[in-house]
């Protein structure tokens, strides 16, 4: 008995620690994982205005109506979500740019879900991270795990060794921006 209480407090110190250094490592490092923000007119032109051929003004951000929540999600990712090269969104999943989403085409298929789920909440004008994650967790719940694992070991992907505790530094504060800084907004 004695014997499982110090087995325990040892290891609950080792994740204190562990925690710790995350921390640390997450407000000292560089971002690795990604470096530039996507260029949203870049995508627009790329994927929308040569397809849907009429005048898409970037002053008109709000096609979609902000605050119009009860629209069904599936139509909103049907008509605003489009799926795109990986190199154009430069490391992320997925993101939104004013009316329009943009998700990584290499995505495994239930992440892929996930992310459009996730980018078109963003769309209907939920911004905090956390909460849109949980929503579209709870649509997809496969897809949430899958993406998770998905952009944890993809954030190792051409860096070198040396810079591995950095990335996990980056990887850290990403963990914390999407599952632990709720705002109910
Ligand atoms: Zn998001």
Redesign the pocket.
């Known amino acids: 008995m004695k014997r499982k209480i110090i087995i325990l407090f040892f290891l609950i110190l080792a994740g204190i620690g562990i925690m710790a250094m995350l921390e640390i490592l997450s407000r000292r490092c560089p971002n690795l994982i990604r470096r530039e923000y996507p260029d949203c007119s870049y995508l627009i032109e790329k994927y929308i205005r040569g397809k849907k051929g009429d005048l898409f003004d970037l002053t008109s951000y709000n096609i979609l109506p902000r605050k119009s929540r009860e629209v069904d999600l599936d139509r909103v990712i049907e008509d605003w979500i489009f799926e795109v090269e990986k190199e154009d969104i430069k490391g992320y999943n997925g993101i939104?740019c004013g009316s329009y989403g943009f998700v990584s085409r290499e995505l495994p298929r239930f992440s892929k879900n996930y992310v459009k789920a996730?980018?078109a909440l963003?769309l209907l004008g939920y911004e905090n991270?956390t909460l849109?994650n949980y929503k579209a967790g709870l649509r997809h719940p496969a897809g949430l795990i899958q993406t998770v694992l998905y952009t944890f070991f993809l954030a190792f992907e051409g860096q070198k060794f040396r810079d591995y505790p950095c990335v996990l530094g980056n990887l850290w504060a990403g963990f914390k921006k999407y599952f632990f800084e709720l705002k109910l907004n």
Do not use: R
């Open positions: 939104a996730h980018e963003h991270e849109v």
